[in-house]
């Protein structure tokens, strides 16, 4: 291939659009099928749409009804609500968990390779296989847990079938699924610190408690706040374990806000009404991700 | 680098377009779900069609949880099947879908035949059901639970009750019995006890009366007394808690017949109890072929085929089902004795009820809506009363009602 | 000193149970004949060993298929992801141009639309183009991906700029430099991706549950969920299906730990 001779113009029009070249594809499938959807989605929200409205000039534009009915609509509230408690429960169970093994983890420990493989390896999971790994270890009178719980001379315990239980249960297989992935931000995070921190504490000092609370935690900054968003994300549009875990629990004990929304445009057809149902827990998730952000950010400011 | 990149993306692009090839007209879907043989006898018949005519009907098998939905995302996706297993409930949600029949086959000899808005008929009925009990007669036998049989006198409720009763907490049985979870099974409760669930369609019903409320708040005492276990509600598969052989009864239907074939236990089809009046719902399940599918003719070409009277009662009798073809006799086998309750069940079941679920049926979304209300009797949490719940259902019933 | 440490060990040990305990019960718990799955004395390991739930799992028609489809979507969404995530990360990381800054925030925002969100809307979509019911709805929306981007950013952000620009005077296209420099130089971060990428579509369920409806087109996580439903309690096959399913991720993850160790750090520090 010869030498082309540019002129600086040619150069600096190419300097503008080859960026866009290189974005082009990631571009048009975000168009496409993120931010396209996102406004049908809150166009079909002010609709009557249903799963058989075969063209769209078939739905009516019915403004806010979709709205108002949602806010009576007490399944939903109830499967909203349900959400919230599940994050409010289990992003400090899960950031507990994942930063407590990640110190363990840093400390000096033999075959350290093969523990953090081990805990890293329910991520790998799917979801669905996760919630059958639990149903199958919980359910039932002669599950391996009833079965550990009548060698220690207690009772069967009721599990699936309790909803409490049942509830506690997807907590429990969310966190053992995730903290893996969690711990290993953390230890990055901890790695990252320097040892001549803890040195001069060391002289001054301090005990573990101390070096942990004055330097350690507040040195992970940057990863707790992206450990709490994410798994307030997360923990939000939950949805595959609970399906093969619970199916939506005993009496929609364990039925959360995208089960609801999925059953309610696929089972029930109705997708406007699913559609205003997806823009309230948008508004909730980027409430609650906000929530988040200001608050570790003002943390810091103490 | 470039080349083998390249090549190994063009391998897998044609993988994939032959992985989405669209059928030909000589191969159509149909969907399907079984609760015994019925995919069996069905796969037996389409494989004769294609030994007849060489074109391949593929089965496909849906579980029935998700089979609305599926036919529904399937139609709206248009990505119709050219035939399917239909409930008059499908049949009624999709029926502007369908395609009608009347000049496919000859519609004058069978009954259960469904019409759309412009009064063709949209289905090829195959099978009638029937709601039915059927019983664990080792477990009832070893604890010396009295049952009627085919001709004695039917048993009340009450009755029914206080022999099941003796099976509880017995070893080997984890709850007296089994009641689907669907609200389908539970409705011909209100018909026993005599109430007709519309006196004016649908603007008055009888849902608010004492007897509606009587049977509600048996069913509600029959969970809080353990009598029926909460287990229907989380495993949403009775038939495979029966299987078990821990349970002394299952209020089923008789699509469980032959489902129930391979049972390791003695078992028996019995009369189910009455309070006022026996009753049981009809019901059936028919074939129906879908526009839009790309292979209407030849679904068409099926349904003419099916219902012929060799093929018809082929199906039929092998599964067994009751047959909707006017002058065909079906040979019940082994399960002679068990049809006979079922027809029995049906001939003691009043005119006016099989009208009142017709109309029922015709109503929108009515089947999550008694789901719902059955799951909320069955609810330990549920503080409402029976009469609140039945209210509930009669003003979401009247909302969802077709308005012509 | 040594207390803490024989305590340390304990802890972990403890951890290690609880991680992985499951996990091989469940493994062991397939190759249970069936009297044994509802005994109601069950042991951890098998009484008596048997390979009928496999034989169950993979006679059935068309488990087989699920496998083929999973492995097709996987490595072609793949395929995808690392080409245009690395083409996007080096536009974000090596050029200066007018809306840079924006598109990073779309980009980063489409983090808060999830699938889940929009689930309705995208069956809508997939309809409109032609795509429902296909596995290339499977493959080519979920490969563009805002944390594969971000990965590759912040590796190229290291390559430096020098060998880029010499390449430019000497006339090289900005294709060649894409293909000849930068490919090449982000091998580690290229795998990451890759593995990652593998991982998410193997392990897809709401993708294939919004986009197919043949059930010759599942994947195996969504066959694996439709069976559970059907099943109810029949765990037979169910288990087996878990046990197989595992066994490609667990593959890679032996081999590639240090990659996703690597990756998980990376996409969890951006920015």
New interface residues.
């Given amino acids: 291939m010869g030498k082309k001779v540019q002129t600086y113009r040619s150069y600096i029009l190419k300097q503008k659009i080859v960026p866009y070249l290189f974005l082009g594809p990631n571009l048009l499938i975000f168009s496409i099928f993120i931010i396209l959807p996102a406004l049908i989605g809150i166009y079909y929200s002010f609709t009557d749409m249903t799963l058989f409205t075969f063209s769209v000039s078939d739905a009516h534009f019915i403004g806010l009804d979709n709205y108002r009915a949602l806010l009576q609509d007490q399944d939903f509230i109830a499967a909203l609500w349900n959400t919230i408690k599940l994050v409010v429960v289990t992003v400090p169970i899960m950031f507990t968990t994942s930063l407590l093994v990640a110190v363990l983890l840093v400390q000096p420990l033999k075959a350290k390779g093969f523990f953090r493989a081990v805990y890293y390896w329910p991520v790998m999971i799917s979801a669905v296989v996760v919630g059958i790994i639990w149903q199958w270890i919980l359910a039932g009178n002669f599950g391996l847990f009833n079965t550990i719980v009548k060698s220690l001379g207690l009772d069967p315990i009721e599990t699936l079938i309790n909803p409490r239980f049942a509830w506690w249960s997807v907590v429990f297989a969310v966190v053992w699924s995730r903290t893996g992935y969690y711990m290993i931000v953390f230890v990055a995070a901890l790695l990252s610190i320097p040892e001549s921190l803890y040195e001069a504490a060391e002289m001054d000092g301090a005990n573990k408690l101390q070096k942990f609370r004055h330097i350690t935690y507040p040195s992970l900054r940057a990863a707790r706040l992206m450990v709490f968003i994410l798994v307030t994300m997360e923990i939000f549009k939950i949805y595959p374990l609970v399906v093969t875990l619970t199916g939506g629990g005993p009496f929609d004990s364990t039925q959360f806000t995208v089960q609801y929304i999925y059953e309610m445009a696929f089972k029930k057809y109705q997708v406007g009404l699913a559609s205003s149902m997806s823009v309230v827990m948008l508004l909730i998730v980027t409430i609650f991700t906000a929530l988040n952000f200001f608050l570790s950010k003002r943390g810091e400011n103490k | 680098m470039k080349k083998v990149l390249f090549m190994l993306f063009a391998v897998l692009s044609v993988l994939v377009l032959v992985g989405c090839k669209d059928e030909g007209v000589t191969e159509l879907q149909m969907l399907w779900w079984s609760d015994g043989t019925e995919g069996d006898v069905m796969q037996t018949l389409l494989d004769d069609y294609l030994e007849e005519t060489g074109i391949t009907i593929e089965l496909v098998p849906i579980a029935y949880n998700d089979y609305e939905a599926r036919l529904a995302t399937m139609i709206s996706g248009e990505e119709a099947p050219a035939l399917a297993r239909v409930t008059e409930g499908h049949l009624n949600n999709f029926k502007t879908q369908i395609l009608p029949l009347d000049d496919v086959y000859d519609t004058s000899g069978f009954t259960n035949l469904f019409y759309n808005a412009d009064g063709d008929v949209i289905s090829l009925p195959m099978d009638i059901t029937a709601n039915g009990l059927f019983v664990n007669l080792d477990l009832l036998d070893a604890n010396g639970v009295n049952y009627p049989e085919l001709g004695d006198p039917v048993w009340t409720w009450a009755e029914f009750e206080t022999e099941m009763l003796k099976l509880k907490d017995k070893a080997g049985v984890t709850a007296p019995g089994l009641f689907d979870h669907q609200g389908h099974r539970f409705m011909p409760l209100l018909y026993q006890n005599g109430v007709k669930i519309w006196s004016t369609p649908y603007s008055a019903s009888n849902l608010k009366s004492t007897a509606a409320v009587e049977v509600v708040q048996m069913m509600m005492d029959f969970y809080e007394e353990g009598f029926l276990p909460l287990d229907t509600y989380v495993t949403k598969n009775s038939a495979s808690l029966f299987r078990t052989g821990q349970y002394g009864f299952h209020i089923s239907g008789n699509w469980n017949v032959s489902g129930y074939q391979d049972l390791t236990f003695d078992w028996a089809v019995v009369p189910m109890p009455k309070m006022a009046n026996r009753a049981t719902i009809l019901g059936g399940k028919s074939l129906a072929a879908f526009d839009g599918s790309g292979a209407e003719k030849e679904a068409k070409d099926f349904i003419a085929w099916m219902s012929e009277g060799a093929q018809h009662d082929a199906y039929t009798g092998g599964v067994p089902y009751l047959t909707p073809r006017l002058g065909a006799t079906v040979n019940y086998g082994n399960f002679a004795d068990q049809y006979a309750v079922f027809l029995d069940e049906i001939a003691n079941t009043n005119e006016m009820y099989v009208q009142d679920w017709l109309n029922q049926v015709m109503i929108p979304g009515m089947y999550p809506l008694i789901n719902q209300f059955v799951q909320d009797i069955a609810d330990p949490n549920n503080t409402k009363t029976a009469l609140q719940l039945l209210t509930d259902l009669e003003t979401a019933l009247k909302a969802a009602a077709p308005t012509s | 000193m040594k207390k ?2 024989v305590a ?2 304990i ?2 040990g403890i ?2 149970f ?3 305990m ?2 091989i ?2 493994i062991s ?1 397939s190759f249970k004949p069936i009297n044994e799955l ?5 042991t ?1 390991f098998p009484i008596q060993w048997t390979l009928a739930n496999y034989g169950a799992a993979l006679s059935r028609g068309d488990f087989a298929q699920y496998i083929f ?1 999973s492995f ?1 979507v996987a ?2 969404s793949t ?1 995808i992801a690392v ?3 690395t ?2 990360g ?3 990381a090596k ?1 200066r ?2 809306f ?1 800054n924006v ?1 990073m925030l ?2 980063l925002s ?5 699938l ?12 409109f ?1 032609g795509l ?5 709805a499977l ?3 979920p ?2 991906t805002p944390t594969g ?1 971000f990965l590759m950013r912040q590796y190229l952000l290291t390559i430096p700029d020098e060998i880029i620009q010499s390449a ?1 005077i ?2 090289a ?2 294709g060649r430099i ?2 000849s420099i930068i490919l090449p130089n982000a091998k580690p971060a290229i795998a990451t991706l890759a593995i990652f990428s593998f ?1 998410w579509r ?2 897809d ?2 993708w294939p ?1 919004i986009a197919i ?3 010759r ?1 599942y994947t195996l ?1 969504l066959a ?12 037979s096959s ?2 087996a299906m ?1 046990a197989i ?2 066994i490609p ?2 593959i890679v ?1 032996i081999i590639f ?1 240090r990659q ?2 690597q990756g ?2 990376e996409s ?2 951006k920015g």
């Fill in positions: 803490m440490t340390n060990y802890i972990a951890l290690v609880i991680f992985l499951p996990v019960y469940i718990s509802f005994s109601s004395t069950p951890f489809n097709l490595i072609s395929f080409i245009i995530n083409m996007s080096y536009a974000l050029f141009f007018k840079d598109i779309v980009i489409t983090i808060m639309l999830p889940e969100v929009i689930m309705v809307p995208i069956f809508s979509v997939l309809k183009f429902y019911n296909s596995l290339w493959i080519i929306p490969a563009a981007i430019r000497d006339g296209s900005e894409f293909f991982m193997w392990n369920y709401v549950l409806s043949s059930p087109k996580q694996i969920a439709n069976f559970t439903g059907e099943f109810g309690t029949d765990y169910i288990l878990s399913s595992m991720m667990l993850f730990q996703f160790v998980t750090v969890g520090m």
